[in-house]
């Protein structure tokens, strides 16, 4: 009888050892994100959640920033072109791109010169994940392989399935970023 209830405390233990899978308010932000379409309760279990980096918010500004010098410089090298061809109407509209570029870039500098040494803290983390959602009659939504990231308070700001395009979306965690452009849309 003894050895019946070693044995059983012995599977008792390794049941409640085994690895049950990511749990925490990252796990939850990410699955609630995954199912935030789905309506009907559902069960979301992780086969894996891995922290693949963290970013800060001067990484952050200087994509930002390149991105609009690049389209600058674009801009620059297009307005040139058509000016010598004398297609003054695509001259003129991209001359119009060239200044809106040129004001975003100058504000997000200023955003970051305002936010001084804050631009050394984590902005967010880039997770990859992969995982299932067990939903009703016994039907399973499958997450092979995706990749998040994460703010530091389990805001999401991008979903991905390839780990090239999770930073498309990243400029928004900038404060005011999305205020920035959303004020270019209203003079347009």
Do not use: W
Not at 26 to 54: C, G, R, W
Not at 75 to 83: D, M, V
Not at 117 to 145: P, Q
Not at 153 to 161: E, H, S
Request: charged share 30%; net charge neutral.
């Amino acid at each position: 009888m003894k050895k019946v209830f070693l044995l059983a405390l012995a599977a008792l233990m390794v049941c409640a050892c085994a690895k049950k899978g990511p749990e925490g308010p990252v796990a939850d932000a990410i699955s609630s994100e995954l199912m935030k379409d789905v309506n009907e309760p559902y069960q979301f279990e992780f086969h894996e959640l891995t922290l693949l980096d963290s970013t800060n918010f001067a990484t952050e500004f200087a994509r930002r920033i390149d991105v609009y010098e690049i389209q600058l410089n674009q801009n620059a090298a297009r307005l040139e072109k058509y000016t010598r061809e004398g297609k003054r109407k695509n001259a003129e509209k991209v001359f119009q791109e060239y200044k809106r570029g040129q004001k975003i870039l100058n504000e997000l500098e200023a955003m970051r010169d305002l936010m001084g040494d804050d631009t050394l803290n984590v902005a967010y983390y880039d997770y990859a994940f992969s995982g299932e959602a067990k939903l009703s009659k016994g039907r399973k939504k499958v997450f092979d392989k995706g990749f998040a990231t994460v703010t530091p308070d389990f805001r999401v700001l991008t979903v991905a399935g390839a780990q090239k395009d999770l930073h498309k979306a990243t400029g928004l965690v900038i404060p005011g970023y999305q205020e920035l452009l959303d004020s270019f849309k209203e003079t347009e």
